[in-house]
């Protein structure tokens, strides 16, 4: 079956740091990626779409110079939390669609001290 | 924006009990998918009901989907302890170009 993974599983930061996340389809090329994001004990928030070769599209309320995403192929997608704060802390969940499902990775859990 | 709700927010039963875990929404929709995640992991799917379906089986899993009143229902029959996790709902709206929405989920508790 489809398989998305990230890179890293966990990651600690210290405040100000920058931090990237990658977003792979490992066996499929995918025409789109999402980035979620989900803070303790809530559900997931959708936070960007992101199409191969072009500019993503970022949801109300997220601060596209502080979330970077850049999608550079049909495989691969990263998000940069850039001068990450506690605030920042939170499960980053990324999806990856064909043209048939939408198949989601493990998530990375990043925590800014 | 979010527009999936679950209720209840948090369920606890016993083994061998059924679940049962609704979910309301907002707007059409493409289909409707049920997801679950244990505490701190991924997300594992579950069923996807389409808008022109009404019912769904899959094993344990029976999903409803009722467009006119835009709501579904999960049930998971003769529950076990491993399926204690959150479960959601997301829904993939006509005009959100596949992005899902998923609901504030539902806590399950299952004791032996």
Request: hydrophobic residues 30%; positive net charge.
């Amino acid at each position: 079956g489809a398989v998305v993974s990230q890179h890293p599983s966990w990651v600690i930061c210290k405040s100000g740091t920058s931090v990237k996340i990658e977003c792979r389809s490992l066996d499929f090329q995918a025409t789109t990626m999402f980035w979620y994001r989900q803070f303790p004990k809530q559900s997931l928030m959708l936070m960007a779409t992101s199409n191969e070769g072009s500019k993503a599209t970022y949801e109300q309320g997220v601060e596209k110079d502080k979330f970077l995403i850049n999608h550079a192929s049909l495989t691969l997608s990263t998000l940069t939390v850039t001068s990450a704060h506690p605030e920042d802390s939170s499960f980053y969940i990324c999806s990856a669609r064909d043209s048939r499902a939408q198949y989601f990775g493990p998530g990375t859990r990043l925590t800014v001290t | 924006s979010q527009q999936g709700e679950e209720d209840p927010q948090a369920l606890s039963i016993q083994e061998g009990e059924n679940a049962t875990m609704n979910c309301s929404y907002k707007t059409s929709i493409n289909n409707l998918q049920w997801y679950r995640q244990n505490s701190g992991r991924g997300l594992v799917h579950l069923i996807l009901i389409r808008s022109n379906e009404r019912e769904k089986h899959s094993g344990r899993l029976r999903v409803t989907l009722d467009t006119s009143k835009k709501s579904s229902s999960l049930l998971i029959t003769a529950s076990r302890a491993a399926d204690t996790a959150s479960y959601f709902c997301a829904t993939d709206a006509s005009n959100s170009g596949y992005a899902l929405n998923f609901g504030k989920g539902t806590s399950l508790l299952v004791t032996p």
